[in-house]
């Protein structure tokens, strides 16, 4: 086998991949080929033909596609090779792009109060799956920041996981991980007043939950927070835990290590946060706890 698009089908198919990956392995093959003006294998997975097309991408390209682009091509050659139908590539050799860190932001505490208390007003009207909007929105949003889970975990969680202290376990969807989540009582309340066990589960008619982020952002909107995406309400839940205890934000949202943490969540909730240098002007509340003493530096 040595044309790359029947190669990439193969490789698919032989493992447990979620569709995104799958897809992006079909696009990654999809480009190499075209830039390499050849589907075969020994063509497109050399060093020069790798490193070419990864530099081939316009300036405006964000370097984390390209990063992207450069793993996707690296597994299925690293798959090629261990059948012997192309050499192993040394990915030492092959261009790394630079991806500067990212500024990470998330909602306030007074800003998620402020969307709760519009999604407690919005049109009460009932969605296909029977749930009235008015209290799936409000117990949602309450589920997401309490927890911090994923949009898909908000989505699948059930009231009758919920023991009588307020946690819950779960088993989140994309890492298949194990996680122990914690409710306060007004969002076991608002979860309560919905009469199914899957009391945040959207429906299924808008599986892709484009429906889903728009009623969010117009309710965003309508409460005068004009930033952010349902994904800030982990973000916000991970980033306050944290303040509160360093090194816990990670635990709480299920990561497998802290630097997960650290490149996605906003560090500036932290405590560990470095402090500020004095101010430079004369305020007495800014100056030094400890005045400076010449006699300290009698002998530079």
Not at 151 to 161: A, C, I, N, P
Not at 164 to 177: E, F, L, Y
Not at 194 to 211: E, M, V, Y
């Amino acid at each position: 086998m040595n044309n790359i698009f029947e190669f990439a089908e193969q490789y698919i198919a032989a493992r447990d991949l979620s569709d995104l990956y799958a897809m992006r392995l079909t696009l990654a093959a999809d480009r190499l080929a075209t830039f390499a003006r050849s589907d075969l294998l020994e063509d497109c997975f050399t060093e020069i033909s790798v490193n070419r097309f990864l530099s081939s991408h316009p300036p405006e390209t964000s370097p984390r596609t390209v990063r992207s682009y450069r793993s996707d091509v690296l597994a299925l050659w690293n798959a090629a090779a261990d059948l012997d139908l192309v050499p192993y590539p040394v990915a030492r050799r092959i261009k790394r792009p630079k991806c500067p860190a990212l500024v990470i932001d998330c909602f306030s505490v007074e800003e998620v109060r402020l969307i709760v208390a519009q999604a407690e007003r919005c049109h009460p009207y009932t969605m296909s799956n029977g749930i009235n909007r008015r209290q799936y929105w409000p117990a949602a949003i309450r589920l997401a920041w309490d927890t911090g889970l994923r949009r898909g975990d908000v989505w699948k969680f059930r009231k009758s996981w919920i023991r009588p202290d307020g946690s819950a376990r779960i088993v989140q969807n994309k890492t298949g991980q194990a996680l122990t989540v914690r409710l306060h009582p007004s969002t076991i309340e608002a979860l309560n007043a919905i009469p199914f066990d899957l009391a945040t589960k959207w429906p299924s008619s808008d599986a892709n939950g484009s429906r889903f982020s728009k009623q969010f952002k117009d309710i965003c909107r309508s409460a005068g927070v004009f930033r952010g995406t349902f994904k800030w309400l982990r973000r916000g839940s991970g980033s306050y835990v944290e303040a509160v205890q360093p090194g816990a934000g990670g635990k709480h949202l299920g990561h497998s290590s802290p630097q997960v943490f650290g490149q996605h969540y906003d560090a500036r909730l932290t405590s560990a946060a470095a402090p500020m240098p004095p101010a430079l002007d004369d305020g007495a509340s800014d100056r030094p706890a400890s005045e400076f003493n010449p006699d300290e530096f009698a002998f530079l």
